[in-house]
């Protein structure tokens, strides 16, 4: 069988690094491992306004979560924190009250920066409003990718520690999800 992951990548950049290091970590994943991008660029800003009656970007946007068996989260730092568009798309996931798209969900946070800290702080912003959004987060391994593009060409890691890296993270999470849904078993 196949564990279904739904992907983020928290820029909205048409020349993001962290769109480059997703593609890196597919092409590095265990067979087992089908990813669908979950975008969140043409959601509006959430309103509870909205909760009795989401638009249809949002509906689509927890039909996605639902639809997968894992959520892994790739991102770059925005002052410190995640980009807005991010925190926007978790919010609309969160509701309407009761009908958290998040609970009990494997999950995954992974970002890359051309800073050296490689979004570590944004990772334990992500972590801090997943932890609330009851997600169930793989806590280790940590990866903080400080981006060197000489690193990557056309989706694939040219540099082997990097590859191996990143390979190790993405088998793990192969690994964490599949410990989670032992117990918590989705879409069944
Ligand atoms: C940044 N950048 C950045 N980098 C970092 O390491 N820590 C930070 O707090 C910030 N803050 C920040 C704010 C804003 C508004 C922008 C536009 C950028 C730099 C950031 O890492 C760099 O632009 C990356 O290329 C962003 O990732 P994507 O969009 O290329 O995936």
């Known amino acids: 069988s196949t564990y279904q992951v739904g992907y983020f990548v928290g820029s909205l950049s048409s020349t993001s690094i962290n769109r480059v290091l997703a593609q890196a970590l597919i092409n590095l994943a265990p067979a087992d491992l089908e990813f669908t991008e979950i975008p969140i660029g043409t959601l509006p800003l959430y309103s509870p306004d909205f909760d009795a009656d989401y638009p249809p970007e949002a509906r689509a946007l927890k039909d996605a979560i639902a639809a997968s068996d894992a959520v892994l989260f790739i991102t770059p730092e925005y002052n410190r924190s995640i980009p807005g568009a991010l925190k926007n798309a978790i919010d609309w996931a969160s509701r309407p009250w009761g009908q958290n798209s998040f609970d009990h ?43 060197d593009p000489d690193a ?37």
């Open 105 to 147: 969900v494997p999950a995954g946070v992974i970002g890359a920066s051309v800073g050296q800290i490689g979004t570590a702080v944004a990772q334990q912003s992500l972590r801090g409003v997943l932890s609330f959004c009851n997600a169930r987060q793989m806590t280790a391994p940590e990866a903080y990718i400080h981006f």
């Open 152 to 188: 990557y060409v056309d989706g694939q890691v040219t540099d082997e520690g990097t590859a191996d890296f990143l390979r190790g993270y993405i088998s793990e999470f192969r690994d964490h999800v599949e410990r989670v849904l032992t117990v918590l078993p989705r879409n069944a």
